[in-house]
């Protein structure tokens, strides 16, 4: 199937990281707007759009560098990574990559970028030399990776692979899949607790959310979702998960792993991330629209206009 979403009614693409709340509060959201062909720069504090980056190839997959002033793009109609400046507003570099290259993740201690190969069984690994991103290996992984997530201390990869319906547990100093936890069908989105020691996968047909002892490395439960949910962001205690053809974020209590409540978003939402105040930016592809939620009280704070075919599938907010 493309890669390219090209209307609201097709079937889920796929889901890259959710990460956690970030530790101080988000200035700006960092949009890959796929149809519109470009990466968004939104003041938060404004509501608006203030820059916005031309790049084509279909701009998906998204990853912050840890001094978040780069932005690693996936371009998976360009068949590459696309490296951005994200202060100056401008693309630095290009890397030619193969298959299908959307999920990404950024080393949290630097100089190393992950990249995942939706059509095939594999993740690329990027690392920096004289300042420059280049490929350097990869490593085999399930079926269709999508998601991927990263320890604290970089030690430790995990992988939803969609294809599969399992997450790939990785050594990343030996570029070795070290184990392989079954989970709920076609896992997109992934999401790492570390302190409490679990993960969740947003599993897109079973409509569900596998919560994962990472210490066991086994799935412990399944906590349901609205239909078709795609990423997931932790925030308050609890858990936030997209629902792609339901149009709302499903919130879920992190200590009983039960259901709380819907609530309505946008058309299509998709990516979601929290920053530390509370506040959940959710991506809505299918109507053009950021929608901010708060995450104690569960309600939709204010909606802001973007670029055509939102996606911020990864590590969006800085």
């Not at 030399?129 to 490593?139: M, N, S, Y």
């Not at 998960?241 to 209590?253: E, I």
């Not at 792993?257 to 929290?274: C, F, N, Q, R, S």
């Given at each position: 199937?493309?890669?390219t979403?090209?209307g609201?009614?097709l079937?889920?693409g796929?889901?890259?990281?959710?990460?956690?709340?970030r530790?101080e509060?988000a200035?700006?959201?960092?949009?890959?707007?796929q149809?519109?062909?470009?990466?968004?720069?939104?003041?938060?504090?404004?509501?608006?759009?203030?820059?916005?980056?031309?790049?084509?190839g279909?701009?998906a997959?998204?990853?912050l560098s840890?001094d978040r002033k780069?932005?690693?793009?996936t371009?998976?109609?360009?068949?590459?990574?696309?490296v951005?400046?994200?202060?100056?507003?401008?693309?630095?570099?290009?890397?030619?990559?193969?298959?299908?290259?959307?999920?990404?993740?950024?080393?949290?201690?630097?100089?190393?970028?992950y990249?995942?190969?939706?059509?095939?069984?594999?993740?690329f690994?990027?690392?920096?030399?004289?300042?420059?991103?280049?490929?350097?290996g990869?490593?085999?992984?399930?079926a269709?990776?999508?998601?991927?997530?990263?320890?604290?201390?970089?030690a430790t990869?995990?992988v939803?692979?969609?294809?599969?319906d399992?997450?790939?547990?990785?050594?990343a100093?030996?570029r070795?899949?070290?184990?392989?936890i079954?989970?709920?069908?076609?896992p997109f989105?992934?999401?790492?607790?570390?302190?409490?020691?679990?993960?969740?996968?947003?599993?897109?047909?079973?409509?569900d959310v596998?919560?994962?002892d990472?210490?066991?490395?086994?799935?412990?439960t399944?906590?349901?979702?609205?239909?078709?949910?795609?990423?997931?962001?932790?925030?308050?205690?609890r858990?936030?998960?997209?629902?792609?053809?339901?149009?709302?974020v499903?919130?879920?209590?992190?200590?009983?792993l039960?259901?709380?409540?819907?609530?309505?978003v946008?058309?299509?939402?998709e990516?979601?991330?929290?920053?530390?105040?509370?506040?959940?930016?959710?991506a809505?592809?299918?109507d053009?629209?950021?929608s901010?939620?708060?995450a104690?009280?569960?309600?939709v704070?204010?909606t802001?206009?973007?670029g055509n075919?939102?996606?911020?599938?990864g590590?969006?907010?800085?």
């Amino acid at each position: 199937m493309s890669l390219t979403r090209r209307g609201a009614a097709l079937a889920a693409g796929l889901a890259l990281v959710a990460t956690l709340a970030r530790a101080e509060p988000a200035r700006e959201a960092i949009v890959t707007a796929q149809l519109g062909g470009a990466v968004e720069i939104v003041d938060l504090a404004a509501g608006k759009v203030v820059r916005s980056i031309a790049l084509d190839g279909a701009p998906a997959g998204i990853a912050l560098s840890p001094d978040r002033k780069r932005a690693y793009v996936t371009r998976p109609e360009g068949h590459g990574l696309a490296v951005l400046d994200l202060d100056a507003g401008r693309v630095d570099a290009e890397v030619p990559l193969p298959g299908g290259p959307l999920g990404v993740a950024a080393d949290p201690k630097g100089g190393t970028v992950y990249v995942a190969d939706w059509y095939g069984h594999r993740l690329f690994v990027l690392t920096e030399r004289d300042g420059t991103l280049v490929p350097d290996g990869e490593i085999a992984v399930g079926a269709s990776p999508s998601g991927i997530a990263i320890a604290p201390d970089g030690a430790t990869l995990y992988v939803a692979n969609r294809e599969a319906d399992t997450v790939s547990v990785v050594d990343a100093k030996a570029r070795k899949e070290t184990k392989t936890i079954p989970v709920g069908q076609h896992p997109f989105g992934i999401t790492l607790d570390a302190a409490a020691g679990r993960a969740y996968t947003a599993n897109v047909t079973s409509d569900d959310v596998s919560v994962i002892d990472l210490a066991a490395g086994r799935e412990i439960t399944r906590i349901p979702t609205g239909r078709r949910p795609y990423v997931i962001a932790l925030s308050q205690g609890r858990g936030f998960v997209t629902d792609q053809y339901a149009g709302s974020v499903t919130a879920f209590d992190l200590a009983t792993l039960k259901p709380i409540t819907d609530i309505d978003v946008g058309d299509h939402p998709e990516g979601i991330a929290a920053d530390a105040e509370g506040r959940l930016y959710v991506a809505n592809w299918g109507d053009n629209t950021l929608s901010v939620l708060d995450a104690r009280t569960l309600k939709v704070l204010t909606t802001i206009p973007t670029g055509n075919g939102p996606r911020a599938f990864g590590d969006f907010l800085r």
